[in-house]
Nanobody
Framework: VQLQAFGGGLVPAGSFLTLSCAASGRDASKYGTGWFRQTPGKEREFVAA????????YYADSVKGRFNISRDNADNTVYLQMNSLKPDDTAVHYCAIGAPTCFPPTYYYWGQGTQVTVSS
């Protein structure tokens, strides 16, 4: 399974971005998917996750109410809609598939990351 994350960019505070995570490979859509983010010198931080069906989603408190995770299994793509962006959201954002928890070790495959920069 391979994952490709894209959609990052430089945006002003208060705006929005939609990240995409495209998966390829056998049974890719049968896994849960999570988004994490990381800044230099810090550990990878959980952002959001969804089950393989998309029926259940989980969010970090820092993004709850602002971000929405969704998936289109027909296209093997998971989206992270990020609204009301803050400078604190600046990080490299990674998608991963596996068990949809907030713990990185429960994920089997990781994408390469996409940079999100929010200017104040």
């Amino acid at each position: 399974v391979q994952l490709q994350a894209f959609g990052g960019g430089l945006v002003p505070a208060g705006s929005f971005l939609t990240l995409s995570c495209a998966a390829s490979g056998r049974d890719a859509s049968k896994y849960g998917t999570g988004w994490f983010r990381q800044t230099p010198g810090k550990e990878r931080e959980f952002v959001a996750a969804t089950t393989w069906s998309g029926r259940n989603s989980y969010y970090a408190d820092s993004v709850k109410g602002r971000f929405n995770i969704s998936r289109d299994n027909a296209d093997n793509t998971v989206y992270l809609q990020m609204n009301s962006l803050k400078p604190d959201d600046t990080a490299v954002h990674y998608c991963a598939i596996g068990a949809p928890t907030c713990f990185p070790p429960t994920y089997y495959y990781w994408g390469q990351g996409t940079q999100v920069t929010v200017s104040s």
